[in-house]
């Protein structure tokens, strides 16, 4: 790069700045932000406040990740069809759609205006923290020039400073991702009927619900969705007294969910270490020397649907309490080369959302009838702030307190502190509608039967009293108030994964006034929610075969590397039986499956011997009707369903053939049937091939790992690309935390960065990193001289 070059480029980002507010406050260069690493690229930034620890986050993510970080920019300024065309597919939260439907959401969804004036009722430290991360992306692009960024955006134009209005649209976007997010491609598909009418499509509850789980990020049947798991235990599990956190989100590999490992600290008011997702200035999952959390996406809505009664004249005219309401359209367009066709489209919202359309799901838009989509967390910029208290926390009462102001989007919360005090908590954005409201407010027998099938609520939107119950004591009237969400302080244990507050601690009861928006109870479970409930039973009872009865910090790590795969547990001793009394029977293909599985261990480690067949034998048998011998009981939750039911002749022959087919598949993908796990699920790192443990979502394997948009085993093996991310462990002594991690991935989404799947290895061996918490302990783990910036 040029010195003219370099000159352009710092005026443009001082443009950029000075034009957003974004400049840091006081005098330029009067104050420095420090930044060390440690072992791995760990980042330990400090400064005097929150805008230094900002800054110099923004700066330091960058250095791992910039590339990354300019696509999330492109992104959210709808430019992604400019720069690589509309035809060309990209993420938008966790699903793939092409660019010119990305550009379009997002300059029909995003409000500038509106994201400001929401944003300027944060707390000041909060609003400080969105300057100073905005001043330190765009210093690092001055201070590396953009001819000098990674190969993946050298040179690149699309790379350009970043404002703080792009910023609060980057935060938008995370909040949306369970709601509206989710939705784009559904509400850009609504086009009001022709005048002749449309009729009602005829779709059962079953296609509605299959149709439904590919919108929803923590139920969807291709998997790759979002998922965790979060453990804390209190003073009567633990053997010194001291709580115990285990985290462990499933997250994506690649892309913006991406966590990156940070530790923060403003000396004397916060020291808070663990990781974020990209483009965030604070730690969302973490520990400081009191208290840990963690988060699991939780099984609350976080939007509903209004069934509009329309005028049979005019299908953009909607009807409520008796009125007309004409929609609000709105031309969406995409900048297009001179002579090019135009690409547009016109979006229609009413008081209740934007209307979508889901046509295979029976969400249409007829001559009578359509429907609108409220997201609660539309304009919630509260989650900042709620991080931030829960970095200064003190306790499990304090995290919960730092939750009150509705700002966690959509996850639980899992806690434990030094005093042995463990949390469990819904206390995310969910509307304020009570299961009294869904009975008063029930739409047509259709619309309202898809909350029962796919878990989609539907309100009568003809009704003004169907809207949103308004607590004006809450943070944000028309989100429901913590004090009518389910909480749980215990000195014993509480557990979550992905499923609702049911099972949170299956001794203790939880409330039966929490609305079904929250979460259902008296339903089949994840496995994995079993399975974490089974392991943690068996090691307070000393019956796992681990020394003693406690849960500390050592055994929480060796309970989850155990990689026990409960599907295979549940099912395989007795198709192992089945196997040997009609062996006659059987193909040569069964044969061998049969075979394979009798000496398999049941379990998903690099050795293990059988994995790979199991997980294609049950990808597709557990789909097989009435598979089960023992169906799911409510009164014993964590042990039912199980069994094969081996004695129905047409779920023998279906389950059997199944088996010879996973044969088949494994062999076409150029593997013995006995393939070990770590021969077909690795990754190559600068030239050497690491194992990766674990198992899909549908095997019950509490360290998930999943190769999205792969339905099954290919030559090449399994392309693991979800899964295990951050985890953290972490329990207390007298100095601080005593913590232990792994970020499966790295620090780095460059490929040719030094952090680019560096803690792999580790993973792989299940091996942790002991984190460096206190200042010696950090001057002993640097890898290079601490980097200082004025700002």
Known sequence: M????????????????TACGSMPSGAPGARNVQIERTTYG??????????GLAYGTAYAYAQDNVCQLAQQLVTVRGERSQYFGPAATSQLGLRVVPNAQIDLFIRGHMDDAALAKAGATASADAQMAQRGYVAGYNRYLQDTGIANLPADCKGAAWVKPMTVAELARVTEQSMILGGAGALADAILGAAPPPRTGLAEPNVTPKQAAHELARYSFNNNPQGGELGSNGWAFGRNATPDGAGVLLGNPHFPWVGVNRFWQMHLTIPGKVDVMGATTGSSPVVTIGFNKDVAWTHTVSTGKRFTLYELALDPADPTTYIVDGKPKKMVSRVVSLPVPAGSPPVQVTQYSTDWGPVLVIPRAGITWSSSTAYAIRDANTMNVRSGDAWMAMARARNVGEIRSAMANQGIPWVNTIAADRDGNALYADFSVVPDVSADMLRRCAPSARAAGLLGAAGIPVLNGSRSDCA????????????????????????????????????????????????????????????????????????????????????????VRTVLFRDRNLAAMLTVPELVTAC??????????????CRVLAAWEKTNNVESRGAPLFREFWRKAKDIPNVWRVPFNPADPVNTPAGLNMADATVKAAVLKALGDAVGILRAAGYAADVPLGQAQYR?????????????????????VESQGQPVLTAGGYQINYGSSYIQAVTFDARGPVAHAILTYGQGSDPASPYAYDQLPLFSGKQWQALPFHPDDVKARRIAAPLVLAY
């Open 42 to 51: 760990v980042a330990h930034i400090t400064a005097s406040d929150y805008e």
């Open 684 to 704: 190559d790192v600068r030239g050497t091939r690491v194992a990766i443990p674990g198992g899909d979502e549908f095997e019950g394997v509490l360290n998930k």
């Open 580 to 593: 040997a009394t009609g062996n006659a029977a059987l193909t040569p293909e069964q044969a061998e499956g």
């Open 468 to 555: 949103w119950n308004k607590d004006a004591s809450v943070a944000s009237p028309g989100v429901m108030s913590t004090a009518n969400m389910p909480a749980i302080v215990t000195a014993d244990w509480v557990q979550n994964s992905n499923d609702s507050f049911w099972l949170s601690n299956p001794a203790i009861t939880p409330s039966p006034a929490i609305s079904p928006l929250v979460g259902v109870t008296n339903t089949p479970q994840r496995l994995r929610t079993r399975s974490a409930i089974m392991e943690i039973r068996g090691r307070l009872a000393g019956t796992d075969g681990l020394p003693g009865n406690k849960m500390g910090v050592n055994e």
């Open 2 to 17: 040029t010195k003219r070059q370099n000159l352009a480029l710092a005026a443009m980002a001082a443009a950029a700045l």
